[in-house]
């Protein structure tokens, strides 16, 4: 449906295991997101990326580990993952950063994790 | 203060009934708003951007107030398929970023 994917669509992992998200677009944007979404609580942004160029780290613990090879793939690298860290997590583009324009968020569909 | 605040509900309404629900901003520099809609265990989607002037989609009618600072989304003729979480988006003024509300829960009712 949407011209974002994401990989896996679930996910549970061990504390000690080193897992990554893949998430992919076909829009031709330039920029990309990661966004976590915890129960009851607002999506939280993570990462943005512009042009293949990380411009925002949301102050993300570094167990979290972007990876962005170009404007058309973005990963999310986990390593030693806490409990309070399984979430959906979701993986946007947009045409342009957000700026003052007007730009349209689309959405993958995101990875489920589960962290035990 | 949240940056972007909006009433959880559930609004349980039946169906055809109208039913708006407000979304409050702090950031008095926001620049875009949008409303976004995101069913059960699905990805957010975007409903409708909010301008200055007000703007209507269909039955989906949007609002800004800069003074207040807040944003409305009016629905007429609620349907079944209207049900699901309404998230109003704020970006950040004179940044990239999205600030999301935690959305407001709509059930249509038979």
């Known amino acids: 449906e949407t011209g974002v994917t994401q990989t896996p669509r679930h996910l549970v992992m061990g504390m000690t295991n080193k897992k990554s998200l893949k998430c992919e677009q076909h829009?031709?944007?330039?920029?990309m997101y990661w966004y976590k979404q915890s129960a009851k609580k607002p999506l939280e942004l993570m990462f943005v990326y512009n042009f293949k160029e990380q411009t925002e780290n949301n102050s993300v613990p570094s167990r979290f580990s972007p990876e962005c090879p170009n404007s058309s793939h973005l990963f999310l690298h986990l390593h030693t993952l806490q409990p309070e860290d399984s979430a959906l997590y979701l993986c946007a583009s947009s045409q342009e950063l957000a700026g003052d324009s007007y730009n349209e968020q689309f959405f993958g569909p995101g990875t489920r994790l589960t962290v035990l | 203060r949240k940056e972007v605040e909006q009433d959880p509900g559930p609004f349980n309404v039946p169906e055809g009934a109208t039913v708006a629900f407000n979304c409050t901003y702090s950031?008095?520099?926001?620049?875009?708003f949008f409303w976004y809609r995101q069913d059960c265990r699905k990805e957010p989607k975007l409903l409708m951007s909010?301008?200055?002037s007000g703007n209507e989609d269909g039955r989906f009618t949007a609002q800004l107030n800069r003074a207040s600072q807040y944003i409305s989304l009016l629905i007429r003729d609620s349907k079944l398929s209207d049900s699901a979480t309404y998230l109003c988006?704020?970006?950040?003024?004179?940044?990239?970023?999205?600030?999301f509300g935690t959305g407001t829960r709509l059930k249509v009712l038979a």
């Open positions: 829009l031709g944007h330039n920029a």
């Open positions: 950031n008095s520099a926001s620049q875009s």
């Open positions: 988006v704020v970006n950040q003024g004179g940044t990239y970023k999205y600030i």
């Open positions: 909010v301008y200055s």
